[in-house]
């Protein structure tokens, strides 16, 4: 069973790009907005963007411009492309599904293992 499926993360300098996807089980992906977090090494994990189901990403200013959310509904996965990399980009990358409330966006199912993106000054 497919839950929750990250890949693509890896080590490259900054300033590079990656692109990160997330494979979920369908019925977790079809009917929710879908996002990104990333936990850095002795740090709280940090939300990085979401998509809509209609396809409408949203961003902390962290991020902004810098990463871009967006979602095959065919192929029930997410991706998450990362330019203009510094090294406090450096975390595990996690997908999972969202709940807005009062503003804040909550993760709604188990997290999966997770990718690797390390970035090198």
């Known amino acids: 069973q497919v839950q929750l499926v990250e890949s693509g993360g890896g080590l490259v300098q900054a300033g590079g790009s990656l692109r990160l996807s997330c494979e979920a089980s369908?019925?977790?992906?079809?009917?929710?907005?879908m996002g990104w977090y990333r936990q850095a090494p002795g740090k709280q994990r940090e939300w990085v963007a979401a998509i809509s189901t209609g396809g409408t990403p949203t961003y902390p200013e962290s991020v902004k411009g810098r990463f871009t959310i967006s979602r095959d509904n065919a192929k029930n996965t997410v991706y998450l492309q990362m330019n203009s990399l510094k090294p406090e980009d450096t975390a595990v990358y996690y997908c999972?599904?969202?709940?807005?409330?009062?503003?804040?966006?909550?993760?709604?199912?188990?997290w999966g293992q997770g990718t690797q993106v390390t970035v090198s000054s």
């Open positions: 999972n599904s969202l709940r807005k409330v009062s503003g804040t966006y909550y993760p709604t199912n188990d």
């Open positions: 369908r019925s977790i992906f079809s009917p929710n907005t």
